[in-house]
Protein backbone atom coordinates (compact mmCIF):
# COMPACT_ATOMS: atom_id res chain seq x y z
CA UNK A 1 0.00 0.00 0.00
CA UNK A 2 2.76 2.28 0.73
CA UNK A 3 4.48 2.08 -2.33
CA UNK A 4 1.39 2.91 -4.37
CA UNK A 5 0.47 5.82 -2.55
CA UNK A 6 3.84 7.07 -2.52
CA UNK A 7 3.71 6.25 -6.47
CA UNK A 8 1.32 8.88 -7.18
CA UNK A 9 3.05 11.67 -5.00
CA UNK A 10 3.84 15.09 -7.72
CA UNK A 11 7.07 13.09 -8.70
CA UNK A 12 7.41 15.24 -11.89
CA UNK A 13 7.04 12.94 -14.83
CA UNK A 14 8.56 9.37 -12.94
CA UNK A 15 6.79 6.36 -13.25
CA UNK A 16 6.10 3.41 -10.82
CA UNK A 17 8.91 1.06 -11.08
CA UNK A 18 8.32 -2.14 -13.18
CA UNK A 19 5.48 -1.06 -15.28
CA UNK A 20 4.19 -3.10 -17.61
CA UNK A 21 2.69 -0.78 -19.98
CA UNK A 22 5.32 0.29 -22.69
CA UNK A 23 3.74 2.74 -24.28
CA UNK A 24 1.18 4.39 -21.97
CA UNK A 25 -0.68 7.41 -23.41
CA UNK A 26 0.83 10.86 -22.11
CA UNK A 27 -1.31 13.72 -21.06
CA UNK A 28 0.07 15.80 -24.49
CA UNK A 29 -1.34 12.97 -26.70
CA UNK A 30 -4.71 12.83 -24.96
CA UNK A 31 -5.09 16.47 -25.42
CA UNK A 32 -4.14 16.42 -28.84
CA UNK A 33 -6.46 13.28 -29.30
CA UNK A 34 -9.64 14.84 -28.30
CA UNK A 35 -8.54 18.21 -30.17
CA UNK A 36 -8.18 16.23 -33.17
CA UNK A 37 -12.00 15.20 -32.47
CA UNK A 38 -13.55 17.89 -31.32
CA UNK A 39 -16.89 19.87 -32.83
CA UNK A 40 -15.84 22.90 -30.91
CA UNK A 41 -12.54 23.20 -32.51
CA UNK A 42 -14.51 22.72 -36.28
CA UNK A 43 -16.98 25.31 -34.95
CA UNK A 44 -14.49 27.49 -34.41
CA UNK A 45 -12.61 27.31 -37.30
CA UNK A 46 -15.94 27.87 -39.72
CA UNK A 47 -16.13 31.02 -37.71
CA UNK A 48 -12.78 32.18 -39.08
CA UNK A 49 -13.96 30.88 -42.30
CA UNK A 50 -17.17 33.46 -41.56
CA UNK A 51 -14.78 35.89 -40.80
CA UNK A 52 -12.68 35.90 -44.15
CA UNK A 53 -15.39 35.64 -46.23
CA UNK A 54 -16.59 38.92 -44.49
CA UNK A 55 -13.26 40.19 -45.41
CA UNK A 56 -13.62 39.07 -49.09
CA UNK A 57 -17.05 41.17 -48.93
CA UNK A 58 -15.83 44.03 -47.72
CA UNK A 59 -13.48 44.78 -50.84
CA UNK A 60 -16.42 44.67 -52.74
CA UNK A 61 -17.38 48.27 -54.09
CA UNK A 62 -20.85 49.42 -54.56
CA UNK A 63 -23.11 48.21 -57.41
CA UNK A 64 -23.67 50.42 -60.53
CA UNK A 65 -27.61 50.64 -61.53
CA UNK A 66 -29.06 51.24 -65.25
CA UNK A 67 -32.53 53.28 -65.60
CA UNK A 68 -34.58 52.76 -68.74
CA UNK A 69 -37.40 55.97 -68.33
CA UNK A 70 -40.01 56.60 -71.32
CA UNK A 71 -41.57 60.12 -71.06
CA UNK A 72 -44.80 60.62 -73.97
CA UNK A 73 -45.26 57.07 -74.62
CA UNK A 74 -48.73 56.67 -74.79
CA UNK A 75 -51.82 59.86 -74.89
CA UNK A 76 -54.06 61.59 -76.82
CA UNK A 77 -54.15 63.61 -79.93
CA UNK A 78 -50.45 64.12 -80.90
CA UNK A 79 -49.37 61.98 -78.19
CA UNK A 80 -50.65 59.05 -79.90
CA UNK A 81 -48.44 55.68 -79.03
CA UNK A 82 -45.06 56.33 -79.49
CA UNK A 83 -45.18 59.36 -81.36
CA UNK A 84 -43.64 62.26 -79.16
CA UNK A 85 -41.89 59.19 -77.05
CA UNK A 86 -38.80 59.82 -75.28
CA UNK A 87 -36.63 57.15 -74.54
CA UNK A 88 -33.98 57.59 -71.64
CA UNK A 89 -31.31 54.91 -70.92
CA UNK A 90 -28.75 56.19 -67.55
CA UNK A 91 -26.21 54.31 -65.81
CA UNK A 92 -25.46 55.67 -62.12
CA UNK A 93 -22.32 54.74 -60.18
CA UNK A 94 -22.75 55.72 -56.52
CA UNK A 95 -19.16 57.11 -55.32
CA UNK A 96 -17.71 56.16 -51.57
CA UNK A 97 -16.23 59.49 -50.22
CA UNK A 98 -14.22 59.76 -46.28
CA UNK A 99 -12.58 56.68 -47.20
CA UNK A 100 -15.52 54.09 -46.36
CA UNK A 101 -14.33 50.97 -48.44
CA UNK A 102 -10.46 51.08 -46.15
CA UNK A 103 -12.17 51.64 -43.37
CA UNK A 104 -14.48 49.08 -44.07
CA UNK A 105 -11.61 46.79 -45.40
CA UNK A 106 -9.79 47.36 -42.19
CA UNK A 107 -12.32 46.09 -40.00
CA UNK A 108 -13.13 42.77 -41.83
CA UNK A 109 -9.49 42.04 -41.62
CA UNK A 110 -9.72 43.08 -37.62
CA UNK A 111 -12.45 40.49 -37.71
CA UNK A 112 -10.57 37.76 -38.54
CA UNK A 113 -7.26 38.26 -36.22
CA UNK A 114 -10.41 37.95 -33.52
CA UNK A 115 -12.19 35.28 -34.87
CA UNK A 116 -8.88 33.41 -34.98
CA UNK A 117 -7.97 34.71 -31.37
CA UNK A 118 -11.22 33.02 -30.31
CA UNK A 119 -10.12 29.64 -31.87
CA UNK A 120 -7.20 29.70 -29.53
CA UNK A 121 -8.99 30.22 -26.21
CA UNK A 122 -11.32 26.96 -27.65
CA UNK A 123 -8.23 24.83 -27.53
CA UNK A 124 -7.21 26.18 -24.29
CA UNK A 125 -11.05 25.39 -23.00
CA UNK A 126 -10.84 21.96 -23.99
CA UNK A 127 -7.38 21.19 -23.03
CA UNK A 128 -8.45 22.18 -19.66
CA UNK A 129 -11.33 20.09 -19.33
CA UNK A 130 -9.22 16.71 -20.82
CA UNK A 131 -6.84 17.68 -17.94
CA UNK A 132 -8.52 17.52 -15.64
CA UNK A 133 -10.32 14.14 -16.63
CA UNK A 134 -6.90 12.89 -17.08
CA UNK A 135 -5.61 13.08 -13.72
CA UNK A 136 -8.87 11.95 -12.60
CA UNK A 137 -7.77 8.65 -14.11
CA UNK A 138 -4.56 8.65 -12.45
CA UNK A 139 -6.04 9.49 -9.06
CA UNK A 140 -8.64 6.99 -9.20
CA UNK A 141 -6.30 4.59 -10.61
CA UNK A 142 -4.55 5.11 -7.24
CA UNK A 143 -7.40 4.53 -5.59
CA UNK A 144 -8.11 1.49 -6.85
CA UNK A 145 -4.39 0.50 -5.90
CA UNK A 146 -5.08 1.65 -1.98
CA UNK A 147 -8.50 -0.44 -2.12
CA UNK A 148 -7.10 -3.53 -2.91
CA UNK A 149 -4.58 -3.09 -0.47
CA UNK A 150 -6.90 -2.18 1.90
CA UNK A 151 -9.14 -5.80 1.07
CA UNK A 152 -5.52 -7.48 1.57
CA UNK A 153 -4.95 -5.68 5.02
CA UNK A 154 -8.41 -6.41 6.39
CA UNK A 155 -8.23 -9.90 5.50
CA UNK A 156 -4.90 -10.28 6.88
CA UNK A 157 -6.77 -8.68 9.94
CA UNK A 158 -9.31 -11.25 10.13
CA UNK A 159 -6.77 -14.19 10.07
CA UNK A 160 -5.08 -12.21 13.22
CA UNK A 161 -8.44 -12.18 15.18
CA UNK A 162 -9.77 -16.19 13.97
CA UNK A 163 -6.56 -17.33 15.63
CA UNK A 164 -6.77 -14.99 18.72
CA UNK A 165 -10.84 -16.04 19.29
CA UNK A 166 -9.52 -20.23 18.59
CA UNK A 167 -7.84 -19.73 21.56
CA UNK A 168 -10.28 -17.96 23.26
CA UNK A 169 -8.16 -14.83 23.84
CA UNK A 170 -11.01 -12.82 22.04
CA UNK A 171 -15.07 -13.18 22.08
CA UNK A 172 -16.39 -14.57 19.16
CA UNK A 173 -18.19 -11.29 17.72
CA UNK A 174 -14.53 -10.20 16.75
CA UNK A 175 -14.47 -12.74 13.74
CA UNK A 176 -18.38 -11.20 12.99
CA UNK A 177 -17.16 -7.47 12.85
CA UNK A 178 -13.87 -8.89 11.10
CA UNK A 179 -15.76 -10.16 8.75
CA UNK A 180 -18.10 -6.78 8.33
CA UNK A 181 -14.58 -5.04 7.65
CA UNK A 182 -13.78 -7.00 4.73
CA UNK A 183 -17.32 -6.39 3.43
CA UNK A 184 -17.06 -2.79 3.71
CA UNK A 185 -13.44 -3.21 2.26
CA UNK A 186 -14.93 -4.97 -0.86
CA UNK A 187 -17.78 -2.45 -1.29
CA UNK A 188 -14.95 0.56 -1.32
CA UNK A 189 -13.10 -1.61 -3.57
CA UNK A 190 -16.00 -1.73 -5.98
CA UNK A 191 -16.81 1.49 -5.74
CA UNK A 192 -13.34 2.65 -6.18
CA UNK A 193 -13.42 0.57 -9.75
CA UNK A 194 -16.45 2.21 -10.96
CA UNK A 195 -14.97 5.53 -10.47
CA UNK A 196 -12.35 4.68 -12.60
CA UNK A 197 -14.31 3.10 -15.15
CA UNK A 198 -16.34 5.95 -15.35
CA UNK A 199 -13.11 8.11 -15.14
CA UNK A 200 -11.67 6.57 -18.13
CA UNK A 201 -15.02 6.68 -19.98
CA UNK A 202 -15.11 10.29 -19.53
CA UNK A 203 -11.66 10.68 -20.79
CA UNK A 204 -11.69 8.88 -24.12
CA UNK A 205 -15.10 10.12 -24.50
CA UNK A 206 -12.99 13.31 -26.02
CA UNK A 207 -11.88 11.82 -28.98
CA UNK A 208 -14.08 8.26 -29.03
CA UNK A 209 -11.84 5.26 -27.63
CA UNK A 210 -12.28 2.16 -25.33
CA UNK A 211 -12.17 3.11 -21.68
CA UNK A 212 -11.16 -0.93 -21.12
CA UNK A 213 -8.01 -0.27 -23.24
CA UNK A 214 -6.84 3.13 -22.15
CA UNK A 215 -3.59 3.27 -20.28
CA UNK A 216 -1.90 6.08 -18.70
CA UNK A 217 1.34 7.30 -17.78
CA UNK A 218 1.71 7.53 -13.91
CA UNK A 219 2.98 10.47 -12.09
CA UNK A 220 1.08 13.41 -11.80
CA UNK A 221 3.56 16.41 -12.98
CA UNK A 222 4.49 19.56 -10.96
CA UNK A 223 3.39 22.95 -12.33
CA UNK A 224 6.02 24.72 -14.50
CA UNK A 225 9.05 25.58 -12.04
CA UNK A 226 9.91 28.45 -14.59
CA UNK A 227 6.70 30.20 -13.76
CA UNK A 228 5.33 31.10 -17.53
CA UNK A 229 3.64 33.68 -17.76
CA UNK A 230 0.13 35.20 -19.03
CA UNK A 231 -1.12 32.98 -21.92
CA UNK A 232 -1.05 34.61 -25.23
CA UNK A 233 -4.30 33.16 -26.23
CA UNK A 234 -6.05 35.89 -23.77
CA UNK A 235 -4.19 38.49 -24.39
CA UNK A 236 -4.93 37.89 -28.26
CA UNK A 237 -8.23 38.11 -27.96
CA UNK A 238 -8.62 41.51 -25.80
CA UNK A 239 -6.07 43.24 -28.06
CA UNK A 240 -8.31 41.66 -31.43
CA UNK A 241 -11.60 43.21 -30.05
CA UNK A 242 -9.84 46.44 -29.13
CA UNK A 243 -8.57 46.81 -32.34
CA UNK A 244 -11.47 45.63 -34.22
CA UNK A 245 -13.56 48.15 -31.67
CA UNK A 246 -11.05 51.14 -33.17
CA UNK A 247 -11.40 49.98 -37.09
CA UNK A 248 -15.55 50.60 -35.76
CA UNK A 249 -14.72 54.03 -34.86
CA UNK A 250 -13.46 54.88 -38.62
CA UNK A 251 -16.03 52.74 -39.76
CA UNK A 252 -18.22 55.25 -37.81
CA UNK A 253 -16.50 58.00 -39.05
CA UNK A 254 -16.51 57.45 -42.62
CA UNK A 255 -20.14 57.21 -42.96
CA UNK A 256 -20.34 60.58 -41.84
CA UNK A 257 -19.25 61.86 -45.28
CA UNK A 258 -22.03 62.03 -47.52
CA UNK A 259 -21.49 59.54 -50.63
CA UNK A 260 -22.25 61.30 -54.01
CA UNK A 261 -23.54 59.68 -57.20
CA UNK A 262 -22.95 60.55 -60.78
CA UNK A 263 -24.99 59.26 -63.97
CA UNK A 264 -24.76 59.39 -67.64
CA UNK A 265 -26.46 58.44 -70.29
CA UNK A 266 -28.68 58.82 -73.36
CA UNK A 267 -31.99 60.28 -74.59
CA UNK A 268 -33.70 59.33 -77.55
CA UNK A 269 -36.15 61.75 -78.88
CA UNK A 270 -38.64 60.59 -81.39
CA UNK A 271 -40.31 63.01 -82.73
CA UNK A 272 -36.61 64.41 -84.33
CA UNK A 273 -35.06 60.80 -83.75
CA UNK A 274 -32.44 62.41 -81.99
CA UNK A 275 -30.28 61.59 -79.19
CA UNK A 276 -28.78 63.61 -76.72
CA UNK A 277 -26.32 63.01 -73.54
CA UNK A 278 -27.19 63.75 -70.48
CA UNK A 279 -25.02 63.69 -67.76
CA UNK A 280 -25.83 65.14 -63.38
CA UNK A 281 -24.75 63.93 -60.27
CA UNK A 282 -26.49 63.59 -57.02
CA UNK A 283 -25.08 64.95 -53.33
CA UNK A 284 -27.11 64.44 -50.40
CA UNK A 285 -27.16 67.08 -47.70
CA UNK A 286 -25.37 66.39 -44.41
CA UNK A 287 -27.81 68.66 -42.85
CA UNK A 288 -29.51 67.19 -40.08
CA UNK A 289 -28.01 63.28 -39.87
CA UNK A 290 -23.62 63.12 -39.66
CA UNK A 291 -23.66 60.11 -37.97
CA UNK A 292 -22.93 61.62 -34.40
CA UNK A 293 -24.24 59.44 -32.11
CA UNK A 294 -22.95 56.22 -34.04
CA UNK A 295 -19.51 57.82 -33.78
CA UNK A 296 -20.06 58.75 -30.05
CA UNK A 297 -20.87 54.73 -29.34
CA UNK A 298 -18.20 53.28 -31.21
CA UNK A 299 -15.81 55.58 -29.15
CA UNK A 300 -17.73 54.43 -25.66
CA UNK A 301 -17.12 50.80 -26.80
CA UNK A 302 -13.66 51.12 -27.62
CA UNK A 303 -12.97 52.43 -24.20
CA UNK A 304 -14.70 50.32 -22.76
CA UNK A 305 -12.74 47.26 -24.21
CA UNK A 306 -9.73 48.98 -23.47
CA UNK A 307 -10.46 48.92 -20.02
CA UNK A 308 -11.63 45.78 -19.79
CA UNK A 309 -8.47 44.16 -21.38
CA UNK A 310 -6.44 45.69 -18.51
CA UNK A 311 -8.60 44.77 -16.08
CA UNK A 312 -8.92 41.57 -17.53
CA UNK A 313 -4.69 41.03 -17.55
CA UNK A 314 -4.88 42.26 -13.68
CA UNK A 315 -6.99 40.00 -13.00
CA UNK A 316 -5.59 36.80 -14.58
CA UNK A 317 -2.42 37.64 -13.01
CA UNK A 318 -3.78 37.99 -9.45
CA UNK A 319 -5.65 35.09 -10.02
CA UNK A 320 -2.34 33.11 -11.04
CA UNK A 321 -0.45 34.00 -8.24
CA UNK A 322 -3.30 32.84 -6.51
CA UNK A 323 -3.13 29.44 -7.94
CA UNK A 324 0.25 29.15 -8.13
CA UNK A 325 0.26 29.34 -4.12
CA UNK A 326 -2.92 26.98 -3.65
CA UNK A 327 -1.25 24.27 -5.53
CA UNK A 328 1.82 24.74 -3.37
CA UNK A 329 0.12 24.18 -0.63
CA UNK A 330 -1.88 21.06 -2.13
CA UNK A 331 1.13 19.73 -3.22
CA UNK A 332 3.20 20.01 0.17
CA UNK A 333 -0.01 18.47 1.87
CA UNK A 334 -0.14 15.59 -0.35
CA UNK A 335 3.56 15.31 0.05
CA UNK A 336 3.47 15.97 3.66
CA UNK A 337 0.55 13.07 4.09
CA UNK A 338 2.85 10.63 2.25
CA UNK A 339 6.10 11.08 3.61
CA UNK A 340 4.99 12.28 6.92
CA UNK A 341 1.92 11.32 8.17
CA UNK A 342 1.00 7.90 6.37
CA UNK A 343 4.53 6.41 6.92
CA UNK A 344 3.85 6.76 10.43
CA UNK A 345 0.54 5.26 10.17
CA UNK A 346 1.47 2.61 8.66
CA UNK A 347 4.29 1.54 11.48
CA UNK A 348 1.80 2.29 13.99
CA UNK A 349 -0.70 0.11 12.42
CA UNK A 350 2.08 -2.44 12.41
CA UNK A 351 3.05 -1.85 16.14
CA UNK A 352 -0.82 -2.21 17.13
CA UNK A 353 -0.92 -5.71 15.23
CA UNK A 354 1.87 -7.10 16.78
CA UNK A 355 0.56 -6.21 19.84
CA UNK A 356 -2.12 -8.02 19.50
CA UNK A 357 -0.98 -10.86 18.19
CA UNK A 358 1.08 -11.29 21.87
CA UNK A 359 -2.04 -10.37 23.30
CA UNK A 360 -0.98 -6.56 24.29
CA UNK A 361 -4.02 -4.89 22.46
CA UNK A 362 -7.92 -5.97 21.16
CA UNK A 363 -9.05 -5.79 18.25
CA UNK A 364 -10.49 -2.57 18.41
CA UNK A 365 -6.83 -1.39 18.47
CA UNK A 366 -6.26 -3.23 15.21
CA UNK A 367 -9.37 -1.48 13.75
CA UNK A 368 -9.05 2.35 15.10
CA UNK A 369 -5.21 1.51 13.67
CA UNK A 370 -6.47 0.73 10.46
CA UNK A 371 -9.18 3.42 10.35
CA UNK A 372 -6.57 5.78 10.70
CA UNK A 373 -4.61 4.74 7.32
CA UNK A 374 -8.11 4.89 5.43
CA UNK A 375 -9.00 8.60 7.01
CA UNK A 376 -5.56 9.44 5.35
CA UNK A 377 -5.71 8.31 2.29
CA UNK A 378 -9.01 10.10 2.05
CA UNK A 379 -7.01 13.03 3.03
CA UNK A 380 -4.13 12.33 0.17
CA UNK A 381 -7.47 12.21 -2.50
CA UNK A 382 -8.95 15.60 -1.71
CA UNK A 383 -5.48 17.47 -1.62
CA UNK A 384 -4.69 15.29 -5.21
CA UNK A 385 -8.07 16.49 -6.45
CA UNK A 386 -7.66 19.87 -5.20
CA UNK A 387 -4.58 20.03 -6.66
CA UNK A 388 -5.93 18.88 -10.17
CA UNK A 389 -8.08 21.48 -10.72
CA UNK A 390 -5.38 23.88 -9.80
CA UNK A 391 -2.92 22.70 -11.86
CA UNK A 392 -5.34 22.32 -14.97
CA UNK A 393 -6.31 25.99 -13.93
CA UNK A 394 -2.46 26.88 -14.29
CA UNK A 395 -2.44 25.73 -17.18
CA UNK A 396 -5.33 26.85 -18.70
CA UNK A 397 -4.20 30.81 -17.95
CA UNK A 398 -0.51 30.17 -18.97
CA UNK A 399 -1.58 28.51 -22.74
CA UNK A 400 0.60 25.46 -22.03
CA UNK A 401 -1.74 23.94 -24.86
CA UNK A 402 -1.43 26.96 -26.62
CA UNK A 403 -1.55 26.98 -30.72
CA UNK A 404 -0.13 29.49 -33.11
CA UNK A 405 -2.81 31.10 -34.85
CA UNK A 406 -5.08 29.63 -37.05
CA UNK A 407 -3.76 30.47 -40.48
CA UNK A 408 -0.28 28.52 -39.17
CA UNK A 409 -2.41 25.22 -38.24
CA UNK A 410 -4.72 24.75 -40.73
CA UNK A 411 -3.99 24.62 -44.90
Known amino acids: MHIHMRAALLAGAALLAGSVWAQPLTLDQAVERAIAASPELRAGEAGVDAARAGQLQARVRPNPTVSVDMENGVGTGGYGLFRQSELT ?52 EQMVWIAEDRVKLEKEMRTEAIRRMRGYKDPLFVETRADARILEAELALKEAQAKRQSARALLVSFWGGAPDSLVIAEGIEKPDPRDPPLAEADAAVFDAAVNRARAQVVVEQSRAHQDYTVSGGTRFLRETNDVAVLGGISIPLGRFDRNQGNIARAQAERRQLEFQSEASRLERLRRLASLRADADAARVRAEGIMNDVYPKAVKTLGQVREGYARGGFLFADVQDAADVIIQIQGQWAEAMTRYRDLLAEIDRLTGRFDAAPLAENIP
Do not use: F
Open 89 to 140: VTYSQPLERGGKREARMALAERGVVLAEAQWRLVRLDIAQEVQRAYIDVQIA
